[in-house]
C-alpha cells in the first residue's frame, strides 16, 4: 500500500452514448464500477466515488467506499468532478480514474504515482492523445481547476496547460502494459461486447 494514497473514480457522467448508468454494467461477473474498484483498493488508504446527485448507489457500495462524494454541477464535466474529489480527498497525491476502465494495471498506476514529486499532474500519453482520466492529479491541481469552471468550455486539457504537468510516454507505459489495456474505456454497447470477448479470449 502507498501511504496517503487516494483513488478518485468518476462516475457522474451522464452516459449519453451507452443510455444508461455505465457504473452499474455487468461484465463477466461483476459490475464495471467493481472492475475498477478492486484494481485500486490493494494499494490505496482512500477509495471516493465522485458521481451525480442523481445517483444513488445501495447500501453495500456506501460500506465498501470510503466516501460517496457529489458533483455540485454535472454538466461541467470530469473536470468538475476532479474538482470535487480533489476537495474531499485525504491525501495529497490522487490516483484519478473513470467507473467505465475494467482493465486497469495496478503497476502502471503505482508507476505513475512514483513520477509526482515536482509535479501537479503525471498524465500518459497513447499517441499524440493524454490520458486525462488514467492519471494522478495533487491537490495543488485545486486552485487552478477552481478558477477554469468560472470560464464557460474549459476542460482536463486546459488543466494540464495551467498546472506543472509530467507527461509518461507511450514507450514507457508499455513496459508495464504493452496491449495498452489500461485505457480501453467503455462508451458504447459495442464497447462492452469487446470488453467481453476480451475476457473470455483471456
Known amino acids: 500500500m502507498t501511504a496517503g494514497l487516494t ?11 451507452f443510455g444508461r448508468d455505465k457504473a ?5 461477473s461483476k459490475l464495471l464500477l467493481d472492475w475498477v474498484y478492486d484494481a485500486v483498493e490493494p494499494f490505496c488508504d482512500e477509495l471516493v466515488l465522485v458521481t451525480s446527485p442523481c445517483r444513488f448507489y445501495d447500501s453495500l457500495s ?6 460517496i462524494v457529489y458533483d455540485l454541477d454535472s454538466d461541467r464535466g470530469p473536470l ?3 474538482y470535487t474529489g480533489l476537495g474531499s480527498s485525504s491525501s495529497e497525491n490522487n490516483i484519478v480514474v473513470g467507473c467505465d476502465m475494467p482493465f486497469l494495471n495496478p ?14 499532474a503525471v498524465v500518459p500519453m497513447v499517441g499524440n492523445v493524454a490520458q486525462t ?3 494522478v492529479y495533487s491537490k495543488h491541481c485545486l486552485e487552478a481547476a477552481d478558477e477554469l469552471l468560472t470560464q464557460q468550455g474549459r476542460g482536463l486539457k486546459d488543466l494540464l496547460v495551467a498546472v506543472r504537468t509530467k507527461y509518461v510516454t507511450q514507450e514507457e507505459i508499455a513496459y508495464y502494459d504493452p496491449t495498452l489495456s489500461s485505457f480501453f474505456n467503455i462508451n458504447t454497447v459495442a ?6 470477448r476480451r475476457l473470455t479470449s483471456e
Open 24 to 28: 452499474r454494467v455487468l461484465l463477466g
Open 62 to 67: 456506501r460500506r465498501r467506499w470510503s466516501k
Open 80 to 82: 468538475e468532478g476532479l
Open 191 to 196: 464497447d462492452l461486447c469487446e470488453a467481453q
Open 7 to 17: 483513488a478518485l473514480v468518476l462516475a457522474g457522467g451522464n452516459s449519453t452514448r
Open 133 to 135: 482520466l488514467h492519471a
Open 107 to 120: 503497476r502502471l498506476l503505482e508507476h505513475l504515482v512514483d513520477q509526482v514529486q515536482g509535479y501537479d
